[in-house]
């Protein structure tokens, strides 16, 4: 398992327990966790509606794809920290990270 | 007016399979898409991508499936009004439904049934107060007419392909042409951006780096914009047209005004024939939900098989429907 925080469209801040050997996405789990992540596109980084933030732990994700900087980039809101949650695999490495949320809201 | 027996919204692969399980029961169907080709996502998003769980094809790539499917339908000649939108749905007296689409085609359908997937691809907003005040009126998503921006200041926003062409082309036709993009670099293709970065050189145009749209200004039409760069320096530009181009995001669109029971952006449907809560309106595909819902593309040429059977009743009200097999009857066209 493996802990980090999510901070939601209201500022409010949780840790989130989740495991890490089932292959699982961030925006799976956020889904997963009932926060308002639309996904609809269902994780082929097509919508960009589990848009988050990468406050603290950005060097464990490692590197978006293209597919993905292309949907990044074509947002009107961008931010140096964004990622797609679909893209970011839940492994140890994201231990202590904080995301927050930036997707359109529901 | 155009008559048909099954108005089919959404021509994705679901869509079009849609077409051929009716067709094997003498239903007739008319397709209305938003976008300007049939396919769906899978032909504008991703139609060099393989799908693998498409039974009988161990490996197909995206657009092939829809030439396929295309092929498939062709004995039964369903007819398209493609690049429209389904925005008004008026019940007639007699059950039946009269469709108007964003170009004012209107069909006439005994059964509709909604395949629209993620929902229409619809323009990304900027966050901007006033946005929706100048919507029409200076701010346009879309250049459908180039004509329009004729000797006309225009400023565009956005980094991505079209955003690099539509800079290049309404360079030549435009009084002036502003681009501004949030970063110091583009990632649309290396020879747009390049010519880009050329014609802001030769003062063709002027290119706006690391900067972002914060405000919008005019008296009842579009006047100014104004941007911030990363030194949060804000300037102001005079413009009749600002086009914001940001990408297309799915969205449900007016369908969500229908009357249709809805659940986090999917159509509520009663697995028994996948019939929503109004009577002769049917939700197959990414776009409907229930129990154990799976959204992939086999499952909604289930649903479509199981739904035109349960539809054939409002079209041939006073026949029997028998059940036959295509390799006993065989396909026959109409």
Redesign the interface.
Known sequence: MVTFEVEDHDGNRQPIEAPDDMGLSLMEVLKASEYPV?A???G?A????CHVEVLDGKEGLGEAT?VE???L??????FDTSRLACQIRISDQLEGAIFKLRG?D? | MITTDICIIGAGPVGLFTVFEAGLLKMRCHLIDALPQVGGQLSEIYPQKPIYDIPGYPEVKAQELVDNLMKQIEPFNPTFSLGERVDFLAKQDDGSFVLTTSDKTKVHAQVIVIAGGLGCFEPRKPVLENLENFEGKGITYMVKDPEQFRDKKVILAGGGDSALDWTIYLSQIAEKVTLVHRNETFRGAPDSAAKVFDLANNGKIDLILSSNLTKLSGNGHLQSVSMKNKAKEESTIETDYLIPLFGLSPKLGPIADWGLNIDKNAIEVDTTDYSTNVERIYAVGDINTYENKLKLILCGFHESAIMCHSAFKYVYPDQKLSFKYTTVNGVNSF
């Open positions: 639309l609809t596109c269902g082929m097509l919508c960009a509606t293209d900087l292309d949907q980039e074509a947002l009107p809101e961008m359109e529901q």
